[in-house]
């Protein structure tokens, strides 16, 4: 079985505060030492779970997150494209989501946003509003591979489960408003049983597609935002309004196809 794991910052137990986002502080240091050592602890669990190949992407902010000498060395990191390459090549059974928060817009979602905290207001596909982990789960579904376990937030959870229905998830924590959020006492006890639960069935949990031709919008915060992204757009698209671009997508074969 080769696990591939997805990996963001927001999610991961210990990271409590916005405060610890800030690149180049010491508290955004202890955010990712901690992210290595969850990294780390999915794997093994991934290893006791019947896991002979496991790859991760440090997902969060473009990379540069994770120590790699802090890392199992058994464990083989990976770029986009690397990710897209071991998808079009069969080479992945299923995706873990380690560190997931809630799209952009969820009340009660612990630094809730949609790849762009600064820039993104909503991005939907086909009319339907999309997080990270269903973007994600469009892309992988396309080669049949779903993603069977969501760890991080509580709504970053609960809202998994909207796109995915049979997906496991494992809450280690809870907002108590959108910049602070609260661990459980228990998160590698959750882990265990999240990653025990999700490998042990992954062949029944469903793949994610996009019903194609697909319509995809995304819509910015600002005016100046949008016309920004209509400078660096590498795709035909419709200017919707003065913050909302369009475009039909005909194919899914690329992390790109479904961004701008």
Known sequence: MNVFLLTDLEGIPGVTTIDQMERGTPQNLDAREKLCAWI?????????????RIYYLDGHGGGGNVDESRIDPTLIKCSIPDWERLLANGMIDCQIELGAHARAGTIGGFLDHTVSSKEWFRYTLNGEEQSELSIHAILCGAYGVPIVACIGDEAACEQAKEYIPEIVTGAVKKASCRNLCVDYPNPEEILEKTVRQALENYKSVSTVSASLPATVELTYYRTDMCEKAMGKAKCKFLRKDARTLQKQIFKVESYSDLKF
């Not at 602890?41 to 002979?52: I, L, S, V």
């Open 40 to 52: 780390n602890k999915t794997a093994a669990y991934c290893r006791q779970y019947g896991a002979d």
